[in-house]
């Protein structure tokens, strides 16, 4: 067996996480599958990852390892399948979830990547554009999801304001107090805006489908396109995918344009990006307290 990186004892190449694996891929391709060589991908995803290849097909395989990681994974399966059904923009194809005896393995096809260029980043605003086609008459959707690790009550309610209030602002913001990251001050203000919120929102809209955490790292650009990954999906505003696409780094204009291509973007979305981005900030906020200046800032804008 062979790496493609100097972790030669990857955790994926334990016998307890490598045959599981090498067994549901045979399965898979009907045929014999063993794992030749392993590329780390650690540093790509919230758990342990690897690309795993026989030389001639590859995967990619995740382990969880937290208690919910099994209903964890299922509801990713389920976002996956989702956005390809109901849009018919590019996913991973799905191997399968293995249970193994520290979690869970997520199994899916790799895809082989691309340096991006002008045109990937316009496919990405291609894809978020082709996903918002996709309506509701509510928001929210049929089952719940994570976002990343955090669950996600995606209950119905009619109204997005509403929506917003009752099932992400609200709920993640006692769970960034209860973290004890958030002093009594700021949740004051967040709470005057949770008030404002009816005012704030802009125009009603009809709820689209949503990736949910459409932040670039969440696209991988391939030469048929951007496909889509790490979904938390439910139907709302679609500026929320778009307020969320530079989370963690700067995009290039490229996104935008690629997006009003296939679809419009209300002219008041640059005033309301950074309120779309208070439930990410508070999100983060719950499991490490560096966010919070980030989520003073975007906060203050609407006070």
């Not at 340096?115 to 605003?125: M, T």
């Not at 996903?131 to 999801?145: M, N, P, V």
Request: proline share 6%; hydrophobic share 40%; net charge negative.
């Amino acid at each position: 067996m062979t790496t493609k990186d100097p972790f030669s004892s990857h955790i994926m190449l334990s016998d307890a996480l490598r045959v599981p694996v090498e067994q549901r891929v045979s399965q898979y391709l009907g045929r014999a599958w063993r794992v030749e060589t392993v590329e780390d991908r650690n540093d790509y995803a919230s758990h342990p990852a690897a690309i795993l290849s026989d030389g001639v097909f590859a995967v990619f395989a995740k382990l969880g390892q937290k208690t919910f990681v099994q209903d964890q994974f299922a509801q990713e399966l389920i976002g996956l399948r989702l956005l390809a059904e109901r849009s018919g923009v590019l996913t991973p194809k799905v191997i399968g979830n293995v249970d193994v005896e520290d979690g869970v393995i997520m199994i899916l096809e790799a895809v082989q990547v691309v340096e991006r260029k002008p045109r990937h980043w316009r496919q990405i605003g291609h894809a978020l554009a082709l996903i918002h086609r996709a309506k509701w008459d509510r928001c929210g959707l049929e089952t719940h999801s994570y976002w990343g690790d955090l669950y996600q009550d995606n209950q119905p309610i009619t109204d997005w304001p509403g929506f917003y209030r009752d099932r992400r602002l609200l709920p993640r913001l006692r769970m960034a107090i209860d973290s004890g990251h958030v002093p009594r001050s700021v949740a004051k203000q967040i709470e005057k805006l949770i008030a404002r919120l009816p005012e704030l929102c802009g125009p009603d809209v009809q709820p689209s489908l949503l990736h949910g955490d459409a932040h670039q790292n969440n696209f991988i650009s391939t030469d048929a396109g951007a496909v889509m990954i790490d979904p938390a999906v439910y139907y709302g505003h679609p500026e929320i995918d778009l307020a969320y696409v530079d989370l963690f780094s700067p995009v290039p204009d490229e996104i935008f344009e690629g997006y009003q291509e296939m679809g419009s973007i209300d002219p008041g979305f640059r005033e309301r990006r950074d309120l779309w981005l208070v439930s990410a900030w508070l999100g983060l906020v719950a499991m490490e307290a560096s966010y919070l200046d980030k989520l003073i800032a975007s906060v203050r804008k609407y006070l």
